[in-house]
Each structure stands twice: as structure tokens, then as C-alpha cells.
């Protein structure tokens, strides 16, 4: 055992990242057909790609609700990067139902959200603690965000319930390496030259490459965070992302997949609606660049084999700010495997093109 585990066997619905979005989640595993106990009268299973919290309205519900159907033996999972920030307590934007920290500044955007009791705060931590990071089988594999050989094998070394130990050993290596050559020293001259909070949306800093190699250090040493958040590179213009302003911007690492078999992730964001013109213009940099000209139930990646199930349900936050209905380009999905098609929260059910593997 290690923290890339076995896939179960037989048919498989696998869930896109949810967000605390509990209503969507339970409308999504009523059409797929699970009763309250995760029993499912094909006896399929349920697969979890990670990302069960933070910005929705109830996270904690959402996780309650996944640890039970993971009890009951007929659901598995894997840990996405906002449940390893829970686990390190490492407060990011959306995370105000759990974190004090962030209550305040995540008010406004994101309540009302439901927050745990000290009993289901540990019940939380006891769930994730033990979650892997990929899930494999012959015909399919499952990771968060990336699935790349160097990394896998680093994984595959590390016994189950490491995440948090060894995701803070690699943390401290990025520090070490920042702090012994002169990146703090730049970091710090460019936070004199820019003395705007970089979480502030209304100043757009200059391009900062001492932040920029600081990014790309803290995404690309540490193995488990690259496996839970994807490859990075240096961008060329500042943008937002996870409330606050980046330097370096994901990459299509499924361009440069060549093995044959398929692998499904979630994290990504990618929209469950054609891109209009007037779609384009509401997509992020990372979005477009992503997913821009891939068609929104395509498989992607150099062999075609390689499938985001993430529909961007954690968006739905923007209509409840707004007071709107809301937004089709929000969705919560499953993959259903190995019929390769998706149905959504809403009972809609439409077949994924282009899978070759």
C-alpha cells in the first residue's frame, strides 16, 4: 500500500471536483442512481476526484456525505489540493467555513457558508487524513490534477496517510531553497516597490519575477503538489487566480502524456458550454489557454486519452453573489466509466467525443 492505491474494478461514475456544492451532489447521485447508503443497483462504483470543499455553501455537509458513501464500500477517493490546505491549515480564499482567518475576508464573497463543530472538524480531519493521491487500474488511472511518471513513482514510495508529513517535508525543502540563494531578498525588494496586498483584484502589479521564481519553485519541487495541482510555468502577464494575483500559469501537461492508458482528473475548471465569443470573454488566461480551443465533452491531450471532469460547479458562488439564477457554464458532473459519458446534476446525459487511446 502506498499513496497511489488500487482502483476498484467493475463500472465507475466519477464525480468532478464539488466544492461544498451539497444540493448539486446529492441531485447528481439521485439521477446516477445511488440510494442514501451508496448502494447502486448495477453495482457500479462512485470515484471521487477531490475538491469537496471551499467556496460552496456547505462544505461541511459535503464531506460528511462522501466519508459515508466511502464507509459504506461502494465509493473511493482521492485528496485534491484544497483538502491538503485543510490538512496543513494553510487558510486560502474560499476556505472561511473552516478557517477564523478567512472568515472575515471571505465574507462578502462567498456567504452564507455552513461551518463545522469542533466534533465534525475532527471527524473532517480524520476522513482526508488517510485519502491517496491517485487511484489505478489497467484500463484507467484517476489523479487531481496531473498524472507524470517522476512524480507517480516519488508517490508510489510513500505509505498511506503520509500526504500531510510529506507534503510539509517538500514545503520546507521550497522554504530552504528560497531562503539559501537570494530569491528572498528579491521577493522582498519587490514587495517595497509594490506595497499592494496581491489578494487586492483593483491593482494589477507589474510583472514581479522574483514572486514569479518563488511560484514556480513552491509548484514544481515538491512531487505531491504537482500531482494535486498541476504543472506550472512561467507566465508573461499577472492574472488572478485563487483570489489573488499569479506569475506562472498551469500547463497542459496531457499534450505530452504518451502512455495508452486513460487517465481522468478534475481541478481544472473547464466549462460545460460551448465557447462563444461572448464565453471567451468570461474565461480566465489559465481557462482559455487550457481549454479555449478544445470542444467542452472532448477527451484532450496528445492521445486523445486524457478527460477533466471538472465543470466548474465551484463558480457557483458568482450567481449567489449576484442574486441570479444559476449560470449553465456552472455545472457538477460524472464521468461515467466505461460508457465515457457524462450526465449531469440535472439529469442531462451527453456522450464525450474524441476518445482515442
Known amino acids: ?26 441531485q447528481l447521485l439521485s439521477h446516477l442512481g445511488y440510494d442514501a447508503q451508496g448502494r447502486h443497483p448495477g453495482g457500479r462504483t462512485l470515484v471521487f476526484v477531490g475538491d469537496f470543499c471551499d467556496r460552496g455553501p456547505d462544505s461541511p455537509a459535503v464531506l460528511m456525505r462522501v466519508a459515508q458513501l466511502m464507509a459504506s464500500g461502494r465509493a ?3 485528496i485534491g489540493n484544497h483538502e491538503i490546505n485543510l490538512l496543513r491549515n494553510d487558510a486560502k480564499d474560499g476556505a472561511g467555513w473552516y478557517f477564523d482567518a478567512r472568515l472575515a475576508s471571505d465574507h462578502d464573497k462567498y456567504a452564507p457558508f455552513a ?7 475532527a471527524a473532517i480531519v480524520a476522513f482526508l487524513s488517510p485519502l491517496p493521491v491517485a487511484l489505478e487500474r489497467p484500463d484507467l488511472r484517476i489523479v487531481h490534477a496531473a498524472w507524470l511518471p517522476g512524480q507517480i513513482a516519488a508517490a508510489r514510495q510513500l505509505p498511506p496517510g503520509s500526504v500531510r508529513s510529506e507534503y510539509d517535508h517538500w514545503e520546507a525543502e521550497v522554504r530552504r531553497q528560497a531562503q539559501d540563494g537570494t530569491l528572498a531578498r528579491r521577493m522582498a525588494a519587490e514587495r517595497q516597490q509594490w506595497p499592494h496586498d496581491l489578494e487586492d483584484p483593483q491593482h494589477k502589479p507589474p510583472f514581479l519575477q522574483a514572486h514569479a521564481d518563488n511560484e514556480l519553485l513552491k509548484a514544481m519541487l515538491n512531487p505531491l503538489k504537482v500531482l494535486t495541482s498541476g504543472v506550472e510555468r512561467q507566465g508573461t502577464d499577472p492574472f488572478v487566480a485563487g483570489g489573488k494575483w499569479r506569475f506562472v500559469e498551469r500547463m497542459a ?17 473547464r466549462r460545460p458550454v460551448v465557447a462563444a465569443p461572448e464565453t471567451l470573454g468570461s474565461l480566465t488566461p489559465e481557462e482559455a489557454g487550457l481549454f479555449g480551443h478544445i470542444p467542452p465533452f472532448a477527451w484532450h491531450g496528445q492521445r ?7 465543470y466548474s460547479v465551484g463558480g457557483r458562488w458568482r450567481a449567489r453573489q449576484a442574486g441570479t439564477p444559476h449560470d449553465p457554464q456552472y455545472r457538477l458532473a460524472a464521468l461515467r466509466w466505461p460508457e465515457r459519458t457524462l450526465l449531469f446534476e440535472d439529469g442531462t446525459e451527453v456522450g464525450t467525443t474524441g476518445f482515442d487511446a
Not at 488500487?6 to 456544492?21: N, Q, R, W
Not at 495508452?260 to 482528473?265: C, D, G, L, M, R
Not at 486523445?304 to 471538472?310: A, L, P, R, S
Open 1 to 26: 500500500m502506498s499513496l497511489i492505491q488500487a482502483l476498484p474494478s467493475g463500472a465507475l461514475d466519477i464525480v468532478g471536483d464539488i466544492h461544498g456544492e451539497i444540493d448539486a451532489l446529492e
Open 253 to 269: 501537461w496531457w499534450d505530452s502524456y504518451t502512455d495508452a492508458t486513460p487517465v481522468v482528473v478534475g481541478h481544472y475548471w
Open 76 to 78: 473511493v477517493a482521492v
Open 115 to 121: 461551518r463545522p463543530t469542533a466534533g465534525e472538524r
Open 304 to 310: 486523445h486519452n486524457v478527460f477533466c471532469v471538472d
